[in-house]
């Protein structure tokens, strides 16, 4: 087993079955980024009593919990496999949207932002899922696996904002505590399916073996640098305009 590559998991049955499942989890586990991005700075705004300018901090919170998730979600599924990474993930999920709602119900404004951040930190491993999507997939059907995925975070886009519409009012007159109890049923949906997901972990590799280039290297390239910048301005454009 020491001596196995990645290609002896190639499979492109499997590997369709897995994308459809990723893509699934992407349109229902997706969703909590757009939710927390339409309605966190309102509930902030209404929990808020003097001091309005804190009010976009939940969003922040998201956001810097994903920045902070990242790394160690590729380190972890590397040593325990994708399978228990994701669906941790997504039972961390379950969790943040319980205390958001929580948060909402006792009106502490410090206590949702800190969910905000636990579920960006689950929101790491969301942004994995196209990458798993073509780990037991051919060359020829590597680009529809992922293509299926990005399709998942299309759906995502809509499943989050009618979500908010259909829940705000759920626990009326407390607004939106009803949406983020509704945001950890999609996460408990999304952990039932990434429990059928098959992706066999390959065997742990050394830099040398692996061939790779040390980070600082791929960081110093101008082509890294354009694309860092391009998916940077695009995802602050893309928050502006939800």
């Known amino acids: 087993m020491t001596a ?11 590997a369709k079955r897995n994308a459809l499942l990723l893509a699934l989890a992407q349109a229902l586990g997706g969703a909590s980024a757009s939710i927390v991005i339409a309605t966190g ?6 929990m808020l009593e ?6 976009t901090l939940p969003v922040s919170a998201m956001v810097l919990g994903t920045a902070f998730g990242t790394i160690p979600a590729g380190m972890f599924m590397r ?3 994708r399978r228990a990474g994701f669906t941790g993930a997504a039972f961390l999920g379950v969790l943040s949207g319980l205390l958001a709602s ?9 206590l949702f932002s800190l969910a905000c951040c636990m579920g960006g930190f689950a929101g790491a491993f969301v942004q994995q899922y196209r990458f798993a999507a073509a780990d037991t997939a051919s060359d020829a059907f590597k680009p529809k696996a992922i293509s299926w995925v990005l399709a998942g975070g299309v759906l995502a886009g809509i499943v989050g904002p009618q979500t908010v519409i ?9 607004l939106f505590a009803g949406t983020y109890l509704a945001q950890a049923g999609l996460a408990f949906i999304a952990l039932f399916l990434l429990a059928f997901i098959r992706i066999p972990k390959p065997p742990r590799q050394s830099h040398a073996q692996a061939g790779g280039r040390p980070l600082r290297q791929i960081m110093a390239q101008p082509r890294f640098i354009v694309a ?8 602050a454009l893309m928050s502006l305009v939800m």
Do not use: H, N, W
Request: glycine fraction near 6%; hydrophobic fraction near 40%; proline fraction near 4%.
């Open 228 to 235: 860092a910048a391009c998916g940077i301005s695009s995802y």
């Open 79 to 81: 040593r325990y496999g």
């Open 102 to 110: 929580y948060s909402v119900f006792v009106d502490q404004f410090m």
């Open 41 to 46: 700075p309102l509930v902030g705004y209404m």
């Open 50 to 55: 003097s001091d309005k300018s804190l009010a």
């Open 4 to 14: 196995a590559t990645t290609e002896e998991f190639v499979d492109d049955r499997l």
């Open 166 to 174: 259909a829940t705000k009012d759920m626990f009326a007159p407390i």
